[in-house]
DNA sequence: CAAGAATATGAGCGATCATTCGCGTTTGAA
DNA sequence: TTCAAACGCGAATGATCGCTCATATTCTTG
C-alpha cells in the first residue's frame, strides 16, 4: 500500500466526539490564520485554542501543513460549490449576459471569506499545496470550458482551452486585486463598476 | 529622529570591503531562495553561502526579512528599469501596436530571473513588503496611464484610473501565470500565441 | 457489566534559529 | 608610524516549536 503523504489525515476519525475534535482543530487553524496569522499558527497554539491537547492533534493530522491544508480544502470546496451552483443557471445565456454573471460570481465567491481567503492565497506557497491549487483552477478552467463549447458559434476564438484561461485569469485576477488590495478604495458601488469593466473586458475578447 | 524601520540597513557600508560583503549578503539569500527555498534561509546559512560570519551580517541587516527585502527591492528595481527602458519607446505608437508590445514586455520582465521571481512572489507575505509591494504596482499603474492619457483620444474608457487597473492587472496575471504555472505547457512559440491574445484582450477593451 | 478499542492528555525531548557580544583584524587619515 | 574607527568573527544564548509517548479517560460491543 502506498505510503499515504504527509498532509493526509492520520487516521479517519469514526465517533462523533473525534469528528467534533477535528472540527475544533480545522475552525480553530482558520481563525488564528486569520486572526493572528500563519507565525502564530503553531501546534501547541492551535490545540489551545481548539480546546483540544496537541497529543489529539497528532491523532489526526501528521504536520502542521496538514491542518493548513485542511483549511484551504475546506475554503475551496466551499468556492466551488458557489461556483458551480450558479454556473448552472447560466450556461443558457448569451456571452454578453453570461459573462457579466460569472464576474458577478467570481465577485461573489471571493466575498464569502475575504480575510481568510487573502491569507490562504498568501501562504499556500507555504503548505506546499500547489497541487490541490492546481486542481482547484483546473476545476475552474474546465467549469468555463463548458460553456464556451456550448456557445463555440458566438465566440470568435479558436482555442478554447486559451480562450478558458485568458477568461479565467483575467476575471480572476480582477477579483481578487479588488477585493484583496483595493477593498477600501472600492466601495460597494464601485464593484458594480468592476463588474461593467471586468465584462467588457472579458466580452470584447470573445465575440464574434 | 525616526527610529528606522526593522527591515532598512543597520549601518551604510562605507570600504569598499564591506560593500562587497552586502553584495555577498544579498547575492547569498537571493541564491539560496532560488535553490533551497525560504524555509532553508537561516541568517546562519546565508552567512555561510555569502562566505562571512553571521556578526557581519547582523551588522548591516537588522533581521532576516531585511535581507529578503534586500532581495525584493533590486530584483523589482531591475524590473522597473527594464519596463522604464521599454516603455519609453512605446509612447508613440497607437494603442494596437502599443498594447503588443506591453504584454511583450511585461512577458519579458518576467523572464528575467523567473525562478527568483516565483520565489518572491511567494514569499513576499511573508516579509510583509506589502507596502513595498503597493508601490511597485502604483509605478506600473502610473506608467501605464500615462500612455493612456496621451492617447486618450483613441480609447473609449472615460475612467483612466480604472482602466490602468483593469489593464495592468490582467496583463500582469496573463504573463504571470503563463510563466510561473504553465512555462511546461507553454513552448516558446506558445508565448507568440499568449502575447497576441493579450493583445486582442486588452485591445478590446481599450479601443473605440 | 467487562474489556478492548478509540480517544484524549500534556509534560518534555531534541532540534532549529535569530540574535548578541567580546574580541581580533584591517583600513585610512594624520 | 600610529591609532581610532570600521569591519569581521563565531561560539554561545535563549526562545520557540514540532512532535512523541506514557498514561488516563470514554466509548462500544457482546
Same mark, same amino acid.
Given at each position: @500500500?502506498?505510503?499515504?503523504?504527509?498532509?493526509?489525515? !492520520?487516521?479517519?476519525?469514526?465517533?462523533?466526539? &473525534? !469528528?467534533? %475534535?477535528?472540527?475544533?482543530l480545522?475552525?480553530?487553524?482558520? !481563525? $488564528?490564520?486569520?486572526?493572528e496569522? *500563519?507565525?502564530? /499558527?503553531?501546534?501547541?497554539?492551535?490545540a489551545?485554542?481548539?480546546?483540544?491537547?496537541?497529543? &489529539?492533534?497528532?491523532?489526526? *493530522? +501528521? %504536520?502542521?501543513?496538514?491542518?493548513?491544508? /485542511?483549511? $484551504?480544502?475546506?475554503?475551496?470546496?466551499?468556492?466551488?460549490? %458557489?461556483?458551480?451552483?450558479?454556473? =448552472?443557471?447560466? @450556461?443558457?445565456? +448569451?456571452?454578453?449576459? =453570461?459573462? !457579466?454573471? #460569472?464576474?458577478?460570481?467570481?465577485?461573489?465567491?471571493?466575498?464569502?471569506?475575504?480575510?481568510?481567503?487573502?491569507?490562504?492565497?498568501?501562504?499556500? +506557497?507555504?503548505?506546499?499545496? *500547489?497541487?490541490?491549487?492546481?486542481? *482547484?483552477?483546473?476545476?475552474?478552467?474546465?467549469?468555463?470550458?463548458?460553456?464556451?463549447?456550448?456557445?463555440?458559434?458566438?465566440?470568435?476564438?479558436?482555442?478554447?482551452? @486559451?480562450? &478558458?484561461?485568458?477568461?479565467?485569469?483575467? $476575471?480572476?485576477a480582477?477579483?481578487?486585486?479588488?477585493?484583496l488590495?483595493? &477593498?477600501?478604495?472600492? +466601495?460597494?458601488?464601485?464593484?458594480? %463598476?468592476?463588474?461593467d469593466?471586468?465584462?467588457?473586458?472579458?466580452?470584447?475578447? #470573445?465575440?464574434?
Amino acid at each position: @500500500m502506498a505510503r499515504r503523504a504527509a498532509v493526509n489525515p !492520520r487516521k479517519e476519525a469514526s465517533q462523533a466526539r &473525534s !469528528r467534533a %475534535t477535528v472540527d475544533a482543530l480545522v475552525e480553530a487553524t482558520a !481563525r $488564528i490564520l486569520v486572526r493572528e496569522g *500563519f507565525d502564530k /499558527a503553531s501546534t501547541n497554539r492551535i490545540a489551545e485554542v481548539a480546546g483540544v491537547s496537541v497529543g &489529539s492533534l497528532y491523532q489526526y *493530522f +501528521p %504536520t502542521k501543513e496538514a491542518l493548513v491544508a /485542511a483549511v $484551504i480544502d475546506r475554503h475551496q470546496q466551499q468556492i466551488l460549490r %458557489t461556483v458551480r451552483g450558479e454556473l =448552472a443557471e447560466v @450556461m443558457a445565456e +448569451p456571452v454578453e449576459k =453570461a459573462v !457579466r454573471k #460569472l464576474v458577478a460570481i467570481a465577485l461573489k465567491a471571493h466575498r464569502v471569506d475575504p480575510r481568510l481567503h487573502r491569507v490562504l492565497a498568501e501562504q499556500i +506557497p507555504r503548505v506546499g499545496r *500547489f497541487e490541490k491549487q492546481e486542481t *482547484f483552477s483546473r476545476e475552474n478552467y474546465d467549469l468555463f470550458r463548458a460553456y464556451l463549447e456550448k456557445h463555440r458559434d458566438e465566440i470568435r476564438v479558436a482555442d478554447l482551452e @486559451m480562450a &478558458s484561461f485568458v477568461c479565467v485569469t483575467a $476575471i480572476e485576477a480582477l477579483t481578487h486585486n479588488a477585493v484583496l488590495h483595493r &477593498s477600501k478604495a472600492l +466601495p460597494d458601488d464601485a464593484m458594480e %463598476t468592476l463588474i461593467d469593466e471586468g465584462t467588457r473586458l472579458v466580452t470584447g475578447y #470573445l465575440k464574434r
